[in-house]
Each structure stands twice: as C-alpha cells, then as structure tokens.
C-alpha cells in the first residue's frame, strides 16, 4: 500500500523529501577543532541507501544524491569510480581527494580519465596538494570548476599561477609582518577562509588582502585590551561571519568585554556569581547582511570553579541572554557537585538553538538514580578477567548513561544535532586511568541516538577496541 501511494507522489516533491534526509554530518574532533576546520565531505545518510533499493522511480530520485558528493580516501576508490564513470560525470558536484602519498599511476588516472569526464563537478577539495602540484593544476583548469579547497600552501612553484579559484582553509599563528611569500599567493588572487592569531591586531590587516576571511580565532592572553577593532573588521571584511576568543585569564571578559557580554556578565557580577566560572571560550557570530552592528554569541565554553553551586541557574540565565547559541562546551574537570540528570536537562533545553553540546568531565557528576527510573546505567565495575575487558565494561556504562541523557535532551532540544564526550577518571580494580572521547548523536526526526566512544589508557595513550 505504501509502495503504490509513493508511485502517486510527484518527482518534484520526492525530490525535497530525499533532499532533507540525504546526508548527516559526523564531527571528527571537539567543537572547538572540528568547528574551526571546515571541509567539503559529506556524508550520504543510511536512510538514503534504503529508500534508493525500495522502487526504479526512488532510485531515479535518489541517485544525484549518492553521486553528488564523492570522496577519494584510498587508491581503490579511484578504481570505484572508474566503474560508476557515467554516473559520476552526470552527479558528482563535490570532489574531496584525500589520499597522502598519492602514487603517480593513481594521479596520471585522475587527470587523463576522471577529470575529463567530471561535467559537473564545481567544488573540489585537496588535502595534501603541496605534493600534488600536477593535480592542482589540472583541476584549476576545469572550467565547471570554481572553488578549490586547499588545507595547505600550494607549491612554491604556483605562485605565478592564477589562484583566484583556491581558498586556503587556515593558517595557524599568522603574523602581520606577512612574508613575501605569503603575499605572492595572495596577490595571485587566493583566499583566507580562516586564521589562528597569537599576535596584535594592527592597521596591516587589510581587506585587499584578506578578501575571503570568513572565521578569526584570537587568543586574548596577548590581544590589545580593547574590542574596537570588531567594527573595521566588519566594515573592511563583509565575508567575515565568526570571530571565535580565547580566554585564557579570566579578566579579559570582564574588565576588557565584548558588547555581545556585557548585560550577561553585568548580570553575574550583580548577583554574586562570577566568581564560580569563567567562560574560556567565546564565539561571536555576526547576523547576514548586517556589517557594523549584529554580532550575537553563538557559542562559549562555560568551566565550572570547585566551590561552585549554581551552575543550574547560571544556565537559566545563561540561556536568557544568548537565545541563538548554537555551540555549548561544559567543562566540569575542577568540580565537586552532583547533579540529576533531568536537572541539568531542564536547564539546557533552555537554549532553543542548540546544535553541538560538548561534556568535559561531566559524566561523573550526573546522577542517574534520582525520578521515575527503575534502572540506572551507572553500576560498580566488577573485577574482569584483563584490563581490556574492564575498559570494555566502563565504556559499555558511559555509553548507555550519556546514550540516555542525549535522549532525554534530544527530546526538549529539537534543534540538537550531537554530544561530543571528553571524560577521564581512575578505575582502582585495575589501577589504571583513562581517557573517554567521542560523539553521540541525535539519528533522526524521531530523536533516536547513537554513537561510539573510544577508550584510551592514561599511561600508555593506547586505544582500547
């Protein structure tokens, strides 16, 4: 029956429901990495690979999406792509290459056999095209190509080049007494997308140079103590959207704040609560279209002090001053009180927007027992035969623990895409620490959740599997 409804459903409606289910993002690292490393990949949902096998006229809808984005990690995907060539020259829009050490049988493949067939490719993204100067070439050369994604320098020999096609993801600690080398490729028309700065800002950061900067992360320990500079940089800077701030010491955000901060820190001071936190991290987001004013807090990092006893009502308040937060760091690693799990939900679904919640240490301080629940996922590690089997046991608990508090938050935050889990602690049966990282995350519209944590022991840093 609901096969032959689905026959009855226009391809243009098809089209938008495929398109809303095609593809999941999978962070690799925490918010405060993977945020600031953007990427072309994408990553086709399961649910896309069922609905392609369920009729020929799903399968018609769904293929572009399958082909639309296509990711070389291995030299045997060259070979894979070989094999489905018309449907990639007909699809495949986003090209990411991400083989290190590329052999030149594999690069000589690319360019004589799959970029002559690539009619509709436009996006491409290099993650080692400092030793794949050929390749890099050959893509700029495409004409239905216009953006090129690169993570490195080119070549020194490029400079020459027209780059006005590459935007280079990052750079890391850049100095405004910028090399001449530097300047070669930006005179060839490349792109910043985004920068770390350890130095000063200062009348050299200028806009001719820096026309694609999108995404800024100042560490505040050695900045100007002074936050004058954020309207130039929107008004000579229209691309720029985030401004991401490192608070090392926590009088920057007080004596030196933001006027995104200002009523919220005001508001803690008067109450007698900043004192028990400091916010080390702080992401500034501007609204589109608007230069000189605008600038929202879409993110911050919130570490608890040990004497602390209000981190529910810090939340609350919290949540009233930034409604359009999207990117929340809790970080618990200096505290000492116990919460219960729906306590800590309740005050976090006050964030409407939330989307990338990350849990330092926290996972010790929530309590589980508390409410309507006959069983709890926090029970004693009994004595196991090896250290991996108990490894394995204490991951098995913290998964189902967070697993349910992901769900229970999932369920008041509609707008929650994932959990990012940082955890350490001591297990005194084995005499061992460890170490906890990972993602979980919210799967679909019915809130399900899902992921893996991996185990990493202290002393040795070896993973457990």
């Not at 096998?53 to 990690?73: D, E, K």
């Not at 970029?115 to 290099?126: F, G, T």
């Not at 006050?350 to 709890?376: A, I, M, Q």
């Amino acid at each position: 029956m609901m096969r032959s409804y689905l026959l009855t459903i226009p391809n243009e409606l098809l089209h938008s429901i495929v398109d809303y289910i095609a593809y999941t993002s999978i962070p690799v690292g925490p918010p405060d990495s993977a945020w600031f490393s953007k990427s072309l990949v994408k990553y086709v949902s399961p649910y896309l690979f069922a609905l392609s096998s369920t009729n020929w006229q799903l399968r018609r809808v769904c293929l572009p999406f399958l082909f639309a984005y296509i990711t070389i990690r291995h030299e045997e995907d060259v070979t894979r792509i070989m094999d489905y060539i018309e449907l990639f020259s007909e699809f495949t829009k986003v090209l990411v290459i991400g083989i290190f050490h590329m052999r030149p049988g594999t690069t000589d493949r690319l360019i004589s056999q799959i970029l002559p067939r690539s009619e509709q490719l436009s996006e491409v993204e290099l993650q080692n095209c400092r030793t794949e100067t050929v390749l890099l070439r050959a893509i700029l050369a495409r004409p239905t190509v216009t953006s090129v994604l690169v993570h490195e320098l080119p070549d020194p020999s490029m400079c020459n080049d027209d780059l006005s096609k590459v935007t280079l993801s990052q750079h890391s600690d850049l100095i405004f007494s910028l090399d001449q080398k530097y300047e070669s490729y930006m005179s060839r028309g490349m792109r910043l997308m985004r920068f770390e700065l350890f130095g000063s800002l200062n009348a050299q950061f200028q806009p001719e140079i820096f026309s694609g900067l999108k995404e800024i992360q100042i560490h505040m320990n050695i900045i100007p103590k002074s936050f004058s500079w954020l309207p130039l940089l929107s008004s000579t800077h229209p691309n720029l959207d985030k401004v991401w701030l490192l608070n090392v010491h926590q009088y920057h955000f007080t004596h030196d704040t933001p006027h995104s901060l200002t009523s919220f820190i005001g508001e803690l001071q008067q109450q007698g609560l900043y004192k028990f936190f400091n916010m080390t991290q702080v992401g500034l987001c501007r609204n589109v279209g608007q230069l000189l004013q605008g600038w929202y807090v879409m993110g911050f990092t919130l570490m608890a002090t040990i004497s602390s006893t209000s981190l529910i009502e810090v939340l609350v308040l919290a949540a009233s001053f930034f409604p359009k937060l999207e990117v929340f760091t809790l970080d618990l690693c200096v505290h000492n009180m116990r919460y219960d799990i729906d306590d800590l939900v309740y005050a976090l679904a006050h964030f409407p927007s939330l989307r990338v919640l990350s849990l330092n240490d926290v996972f010790y301080w929530l309590d589980f027992e508390s409410g309507n629940r006959k069983t709890t996922p926090v029970v004693t590690v009994k004595p196991a035969k090896s250290l991996v089997d108990v490894f394995h046991e204490l991951r098995a608990r913290y998964e189902s623990g967070l697993s349910l508090f992901t769900s229970c938050l999932a369920e008041q935050v509609r707008s929650l895409d994932s959990v990012h889990i940082n955890d350490k602690g001591y297990d005194s049966d084995v005499s061992r620490g460890w170490y906890l990282s990972g993602w979980i995350h919210v799967l679909n519209g019915n809130r399900d959740v899902g992921g893996t944590l991996h185990q990493y022991d202290v002393y040795t840093r070896r993973r457990f599997v």
